[in-house]
């Protein structure tokens, strides 16, 4: 009978025994290991970044403003359909409003030729080139196109991206990519606040409630159950009638309502916490009220205030451009990306491209944030940990 020992040697490769002995982390050092494992977290986290580095440091490198306005460059896409000029190199591009744009061999826009004449007989409109040179402008079929030297059509035509314009320009001839930038800085400026200002009251307010109890709890709950009774879209949406238009306005809408689902998810931990043993060696070594909220309770319950809290930036960002889009939101020049949606609708059908862009951004933006809401919460979860 064989002799067994009390000690045997582990047998496996060198990367199980790496996975039997690891170095341990602290917590913040263990939360950041699984967030940038989950592909979407890290993913949601690099856009938030790319769209902060586009709003903030973007308009540092356009040579446009916000409210800058070219009505020759109106509606111009961000990919032209351009035909041969009279000169090598030079090309033309037609517009919606049958105006003819000089176009370089990179892309750029020049200039747009000034119309001379416009015969009806023959549909078609001559345009200046120079003194001695006319370009013209054939529209008795679709689609419009130039005429050569010998007065036949040209039906030839190529791609070329729009150098001057990167996205294109809108109705007014305003630069998209740089009302794009400025529309992500208020929007991503409008969250952060209201986000901010809401945790401060959902944590004093919930925290409060859930800590003290009784009937305190259940008279500051009720007014929480009130306030939640009334659709948040249409309370906020009342609050900014009332208000004057601006960016303070819209902050204070959202500030004033938002605060009660933090509210609710402080309270819910406040219970959870309150009679764990930590509390009660606090509440025996004489620790204030204060103290114990601040110094113990609340730091146990942030990861579910941090989760709530980044869900509640894309809520207050599609908030923000809802009210824009409906005309109660930041007053016009000043570009939003739901005044850009709602300034696109009128040309829809013949420019998609002014309402496809800003809505893509709160798209991206959406996505973005829920995915790092959708990474802390699986990071800052205990029973996840792996």
Known sequence: ?????????????????????????SFLGDVWFR??????????????????????????????????????????????????????????????GMKLIEVDNEGN?????????????????????????LVYLDYSRLPNTVLDKEGNRIEVSQKKWNHTYLLGTDQLGRDILTRLMYGTRISLMVAFIAALVNMVIGIA??????????????????????????????????????????LLSIIIALSSVYWVDMARV???EMLSLKNQEFVLAARTIGSSTK????????????????????????????????????????????????????????????NPYQLFLPALVICVIMFAFNFVGDGLRDALDPKLKK
């Not at 826009?109 to 003194?131: E, H, I, Y």
Request: net charge neutral.
């Open 205 to 246: 307010y919930g925290g409060i409630s859930g800590y003290l109890g009784g009937r305190t709890d259940t008279i500051m709950m009720r007014i929480v159950d009130i306030i939640s009774t009334i659709p948040l879209t249409l309370y906020v949406i009342l609050i900014k009638m009332c208000l004057d238009d601006g």
């Open 1 to 25: 009978m064989t002799e067994h020992t009390k000690w045997e040697r582990v047998s496996g490769n060198e990367e199980e025994a790496e996975r039997i002995y690891r170095k341990s982390r």
């Open 109 to 133: 826009l020049v200039r747009q030729l000034k119309k001379k004449k416009d015969d009806n007989a023959q549909k078609r409109t001559s345009f200046v080139w120079d003194d001695d040179t």
């Open 266 to 268: 402080v309270r819910g």
């Open 35 to 96: 967030f940038r494992h989950k592909p979407t977290a890290l993913c949601g986290f690099i856009l938030v970044l790319i769209l902060l580095v586009f709003c903030l440091a973007g308009p540092f490198f356009t040579p446009y403003t916000y409210s800058e306005q070219n009505n020759k460059m109106a509606s111009i896409p961000p990919l032209l359909t351009v035909y041969p000029g009279p000169e090598e190199g030079s090309y033309l591009y037609i517009t919606q």
């Open 291 to 350: 103290t114990i909220l601040l110094n113990h309770l609340i730091p146990n319950a942030m990861g579910p205030i941090l989760v709530t809290v980044t869900m509640l930036i894309p809520s207050a960002i599609f908030m923000e451009a809802f009210m824009s889009f409906i005309g109660i939101g930041i007053a016009p020049p000043m570009a939003s990306l739901g005044t850009m949606c709602n300034d696109a609708t009128e040309t829809l059908r013949t």
